[in-house]
């Protein structure tokens, strides 16, 4: 099946949803839509939603597909090779736009429904050809998330499912086949039980709406954005696993924790999980799990500290406190400053690995940078420094790259000033292993100090400037770096 | 109040991942658990929080407090500034162990419980000071997971919540506090409710553990990360907002798509919702919302993408079939060599941003070596390439920084050959912003061959060789550029 057009009948927040995706993906789609106002809001979500493909990859992307507005349902799918239904949920309605998709498309073509989770079989019921339907349910934002519920009704054929599940997967998405027909399916009949006990509490008047989104985006949520509920409490479950908190919070089933009454946990259910659990979790010990859903969080909270937003938020204040509590960095007068200085440590994280299986070069930088950081920490520069409108700017720099790095290594950097004045830092940073003292890279740097608001060169504060020139003064008798002065391509000393 | 010292009763997976999160901010704990393993199985966790910590923040942590194993709840809790008390959910366990650590501690000592659930007006009933004790509900991992729910009992005082929330906020964690005392608190009542719909859907061979979990990770769950399901349906509404979403969505609660019966969707509980999300909202958009939502997914996939898992390892999938699909990178015989090629485009993310408001040195680095990639793909070097052991290493970068850029400007990358050879590869980048051409930066490099497995410089294949090569000759004759040959702070020319 190569699809190269697509007929969309419903343009509301879910069908311009697949116009997006399916037009970054190079695809053309015909939309059929009601509303007077589609052409506006479809123009907004693709904007969106062209905004957001920018940050998610540097890959290239084809050719985007063109966007054509229809003026008839007959129309949109009338030479399309696949099509998408995402109408109101009304079964009614459904029925009888999807009888009237049937009789205008090819009869080789893949009809999709988008409902959350109405019935495939009552849906297909005014279908001619309903062996060609079949339900592929997104979710919102169409573009960016991955997951897409397939679920046929009773006249439903399996090369139908099979047929959209590849076309779904070749546009980057993530299809769950559906063994059984029910209402809801799988996700809305787990985000519709969450749902409907949020709206009991808002009812009784436990929690606002806000509290309610905290109690989920602080706590579980961060989890449930790379594990499910099972595989989470497996590992809640500590080294016994999952029999041991089935065992420890069974009981709880039988709490009023919920307004939703639980199955009954008989041994058939027990062993059913435990087995499915078994096969969830591979080999994967609880530790090696454990692991896992850290390094997950760690990136899920760092991702969001950028957008000063949630967990995010949290991270970056909690930061900003320990930056603040580590004034013992200033130098004192009884430092010594007669070595290179020792300012910053730091580990090679995975996700600094490239496809060499190394420390990428820019990582490099990025550490003499936070060396660089530290420098300026302990020279005085702190938050209200920087807020005072002064600040450091690299100009130049030069770097050696003299050994590969894996993922794992503790790592720490020596810092030897070269010369300075009241405007200029010159220094020479390596890079060490700290396992075995290894020298992994050089930078030479030439500093500059900025009125950072009028965009020019300025002298450092006198304090600053001060212990600038007394470490300066200290390094001067110090040997001369090797790679220092160096130029790129000269012959090695 | 100052903590310096916790007292913990219980060393479970929750008593630990405490210890994990004291000891890691700089306060000491003294545990009591009567498991016999409870040194080995605190320890372990203690390994995993640090190595998590590591990655979380390059801020100074304060100097790791110190672990004692008690051998009494007394002595635990002696001279402690605070207590958590984390043994199992048990409500007659919990009231004996609280009332023993009420006679054990100084009186101005709070109390804290890890219950995911139980009442606190019973869990404080033989205590003689009540009053001091409270839930203090955090979730697994405890050392990552930011939110911990506040709720009293009917004889705490509003004090000790004050004091409990201000203690847990000093250690990077999110205080929710509860209106109303009830059973399961806030978050475990809706994550009791999705986990008994779970459990109905594995009971009637609905779908497997495994697929359950799917149906979180790659779709809502994603989005909980950050946002609650208000706030998420709030967008899904579309334009219209909560209103036009419960209008259509209504009904829904109606339907069999989850074992839980709604309640009434009455016209108080319609605009109780919709006061209460368009105060969450604020002055937030529909379509800003969107944007943040669209943000903070990028984020949180491309930090999964790191660990290849979840909707990361959907996304990688994707990425590399876009780099499969884009072979016309590679030269063609008809190509224009006769200027620096233009192979590399980017924007600037606003994680890219550093505490100066402008791009981070090290991600001008990270676009001249995503330039270098653009070129080795286009001189035939792919997958297969890698695959084979053979690579092209930076060995040695200078760099010139001449402007600041901020979030968002579009950038590209010119690429002149200044001499190659069968092993190496010498050139200039320059990065421009793409709106009004100005130079940002240049980059000279040396690139180097090598037979990565070895370890040691060997020359390209002779395809790769010829197109580098050819490129280099076309080169031969272009203006060398202004910044070749430099050395750090020579004089401008």
Redesign the interface.
Known sequence: MNVRKVGLIGA??IGAGWAARLVLNGIDVALYDPDPEVER?VG?VLA??E??Y?????????RRGSVTFARSVEEAVADADFVQESA??REDLKIRLLAQVDRACRPDVVIGTST??LLPTRLQSGMAHPERFTVGHP???VY????V?ICGGERTSEATKERAATFYRSI???P?M???E??????????????????????D?????????????????????????????R?????AGMRHFMA??G???K?????????E?TDE?LE??VA??D??AGDRSI?EL???????????????R??H????E??AA??EK??E??HA?VMGAGDDLAQPLRLHE??V???WID???HM???????V???ASDALFRYVGID?AY?RAGL?Y?????????LR?VEAGVPLHVTTQIL?ADEKRI?LFHSLHRSDDGTRLATA???LLHVD?NAGRACPAREDVRERVLRIAAAHRDLPRPDF??????APRR
Not at 206 to 233: H, K, N, P, Q
Not at 256 to 263: C, G, N
Not at 360 to 366: G, K, N, V, W
Not at 393 to 401: A, Q, R, S
């Open positions: 509301g927040v809001k907004e969106n939603a905004r957001a920018r940050k998610l990859t540097l890959a290239p992307l084809p109101p949920e959350s989770g979710f919102n934002p960016l998330l991955p997951l519920e980057g998405m993530k769950l559906l063994r059984k029910i209402d809801g399916f799988i996700a809305d009949r787990l985000m519709e039980a969450l749902w409907r006990e949020a709206l009991h509490l808002v009812n008047d436990v929690a606002t709406v806000e509290e309610i989104d905290d109690a989920v985006r602080f706590g579980c949520g961060l989890r449930w954005s790379f594990m499910g509920t099972f595989l989470v409490y590992i809640a479950g500590g080294e420890q919070f009981p709880a089933l709490l009023p924790w919920t307004k939703l009454e639980a199955p946990l259910l059913k999980i499915q659990s096969a969830q530790r454990e692991r896992l859903r850290d390094d997950c969080l760690v990136s899920v909270m760092q991702g969001l950028s957008h937003w949630g967990a995010g949290v991270l909690y930061e320990l930056y509590a580590s960095h730091a580990r994280l995975p996700e496809y060499n299986g990428t070069e820019s990582r490099y930088l990025q003499f940078g936070d938050e920087h600040s700017y690299t100009v130049e720099t030069h770097i050696m790259h590969e010369g010159h030479e740097q030439m950072t220092a002065g160096r130029q790129v391509g």
